[in-house]
């Protein structure tokens, strides 16, 4: 029979080495993070700017036919909305930290892991928040102007956006959760 408390011990005794990774890994991780990020902010600029385009010409669209009302008020406030979503972006997670050789590869990897972390687990204060406003106006200004049939259908679109901005939370409340992982394992 063995000795088990020698034998934990033995074990808790034990010192560990931290799993160091090569420079080249550390590097292709890091590059392929920041190309993702680039990829994801590219297409973020994109669809704001269609979005502003088209709150614009809506807007433009509700003045000519002299219909300004609080759905216009609601459009403009969604596209400020979208302005301040893309300025967030950009200030939280525009920036990369580079591997330059100034300082270790692996803090400026660990920084830009905990830069993107940060900013997918805050995303419904920066993200969602900002487009609230104008959602709420615009649903709000559907919902009194609707007939009294179609006030369903605004209620079941407000919902429908609703549950599409709590999975755009889930998910990257999920991926900073993923991030925060992988930091504890570098």
Partial sequence: MTDR??????????TVQPRALPPEDIHRRHTALERRVRRRNLIEYMTAAMMIVAVAGLVLLDVRLGAFGAGTIGLILLGIGGGVVVRQLHRR??????????????DAYRDSLRRERDALASVARWYIGPMLPGMVTIYASAFLNAPPGGRLLVIGLAAATAIAMAW?????????EAIADELENI
């Fill in 93 to 106: 997670t525009g920036g990369g930290s580079a591997i330059d050789g100034a300082r270790p590869s692996i």
């Fill in 5 to 14: 408390n020698g034998l934990s011990a033995l074990w808790t005794a034990q």
């Fill in 168 to 176: 755009v939370i889930r998910i990257n409340r999920r991926g900073a």
